[in-house]
């Protein structure tokens, strides 16, 4: 039979606290590097929507004057976004989890 041992009176609460904090600058990172490989994908379909309009045709009534231009920026940018929130490519996941795992293998 195992003694009952307190493991708060042998850690004491300062370090208890430590390793809490620990933990969350953990999950802090993480949640950092998931926002930053959603920009990278978002950032990427941007890219895409912005060379696929450049290689159409430029005529029509909306294509001649500068806010349509500025207009379909805009919305390239928005749907960009949304399609990298969703992870619609897979881009960021794919960052994610290789950027994840090597900060895990430094960290050992």
Same mark, same amino acid.
């Given at each position: 039979?195992?003694?009952?041992?307190? *493991? @708060?009176?042998? $850690?004491?609460?300062?370090?208890? %606290?430590?390793?809490?904090?620990? +933990?969350?600058?953990? +999950?802090?990172? /993480?949640?950092? *590097?998931?926002?930053?490989?959603?920009?990278?994908?978002?950032?990427?379909?941007?890219?895409? *929507?912005?060379?696929?309009?450049?290689?159409?045709?430029?005529?029509?009534?909306?294509?001649?004057?500068?806010?349509?231009?500025?207009? /379909?920026?805009?919305? %390239?940018?928005? +749907? $960009? %976004?949304?399609?990298?929130?969703?992870?619609?490519?897979?881009?960021? @996941?794919? *960052?994610?989890?290789?950027?994840?795992?090597? $900060?895990?293998?430094?960290?050992?």
């Amino acid at each position: 039979m195992m003694p009952n041992v307190n *493991l @708060d009176s042998l $850690a004491g609460p300062r370090l208890l %606290d430590s390793v809490g904090k620990v +933990v969350e600058a953990s +999950v802090e990172e /993480r949640v950092r *590097l998931r926002k930053a490989t959603t920009k990278v994908e978002g950032q990427f379909i941007g890219m895409l *929507l912005k060379q696929m309009h450049a290689s159409t045709q430029k005529n029509g009534l909306f294509e001649q004057r500068p806010e349509a231009a500025t207009f /379909r920026e805009m919305f %390239d940018e928005a +749907v $960009a %976004d949304s399609l990298a929130e969703r992870g619609a490519f897979g881009i960021g @996941d794919i *960052l994610f989890k290789a950027l994840s795992r090597k $900060a895990e293998e430094q960290s050992k």
